[in-house]
């Protein structure tokens, strides 16, 4: 009977198992490889239970080639997978928000989103800046290279913005897949909001092509198929599509997946607090129980998504592997 530890050792993880015959073998981890089947498995089952569900990765856009290089060729089996890619702080927000991104890691980011895009992805970007010229040129240079954008104020993205008055791009379209859409709003956190209902009267009163959101208001309820059509109708008529937020690279504290004895005795995929975010645990992901928390049965968090009527995922923390590189 083979048994295997995982031990964390210098820049690679190893690891050591035994098979019967006792004897050792050592085995090093793709962490960029294992994110890509992580989300290559997550694409193929939302497709097999809708094969219009919409599979976005934020971050770690490294992934769309073979070893993570522009240089490299694409990696097929992932850009296939994945209908778009989402990037954060392209323009503004990499050092600081409302700080221009140094133009040497923008090129960077772009030649490889760029490698996305031909494959026929998709590309959201979202900027953090708060000054209105600084919005107004993330817009424009955004729709320069094809990419649609999103200038936020703050990254807790609890806000619908009042600049500019008239949406970016605002439409009147019936948007019924990803490739139509001229603009989004990001508004994961709904604190602000006391209800479902005013959230939800919120969002209809604005012309946004494209909603991301979280599953679950402030109570830790669910939207309902029902709210979640709601939701879908834009103020002039038009219909929007409404992605959910799901972070797969983090755990966070305050899901209905977690347990309690956890804080105290950690499964041995969770991993060290984020300090950087309140609540949010570092996992290895490539740990099959936690996979089995995300997608692929009955109970997991992307089946919950795919039974509130959502049009798609758009998953978080696809750079983990950075942190265990």
């Not at 981890?29 to 599979?55: C, H, T, W």
């Not at 649609?148 to 806000?159: I, K």
């Not at 897949?177 to 006391?194: H, M, R, W």
């Not at 607090?273 to 740990?287: A, I, M, S, T």
């Amino acid at each position: 009977m083979k048994k295997c530890l995982y031990m964390l050792v210098s820049f690679f993880i190893l690891a050591a198992c035994t098979d019967d015959d006792d004897q050792p073998k050592y085995v090093e981890v793709d962490f960029k490889e294992e994110m890509r089947n992580f989300v290559i498995g997550i694409s193929q089952y939302a497709k097999s239970q809708n094969p219009k569900f919409l599979v976005i990765p934020q971050n770690g856009i490294e992934l769309v080639t073979i070893d993570g290089d522009y240089e490299a060729p694409r990696h097929r089996e992932y850009t296939d997978a994945i209908d778009g890619n989402g990037q954060e702080d392209l323009y503004y927000g990499y050092i600081r928000d409302d700080k221009e991104t140094p133009l040497g890691d923008t090129e960077y980011l772009k030649d490889l989103l760029n490698i996305s895009k031909s494959a026929g992805n998709k590309i959201l970007v979202t900027d953090y800046c708060t000054t209105s010229s600084k919005m107004d040129d993330s817009y424009e240079k955004n729709k320069s290279e094809g990419y649609v954008s999103f200038a936020a104020r703050d990254r807790d993205l609890d806000e619908i913005p009042t600049y500019p008055a008239t949406i970016h791009s605002e439409n009147n379209n019936i948007i019924t897949g990803l490739n139509q859409i001229k603009n989004f709003l990001y508004l994961i956190n709904p604190e602000k909001f006391t209800s479902k209902q005013e959230f939800i009267s919120a969002i209809t009163q604005t012309n946004y092509d494209l909603l991301i959101m979280d599953l679950f208001i402030n109570d830790h309820t669910e939207f309902t198929q029902t709210e979640i059509s709601q939701l879908k109708a834009k103020l002039n008529g038009g219909e929007r599509l409404v992605i959910c937020y799901m972070s797969i690279g983090e755990a966070e504290n305050y899901r209905y997946y977690w347990q309690s004895d956890w804080n105290t005795n950690k499964p041995i995929w969770l991993e060290d607090l984020n300090p950087d975010w309140e609540g949010n645990y570092k996992v290895r992901y490539w740990y099959v129980p936690w996979q089995d928390i995300i997608f692929g049965n009955d109970d997991s968090y992307l089946k919950k998504i795919l039974d509130a009527g959502f049009d798609g995922v758009y998953l978080d923390i696809i750079d983990a592997f950075e942190y265990y590189e």
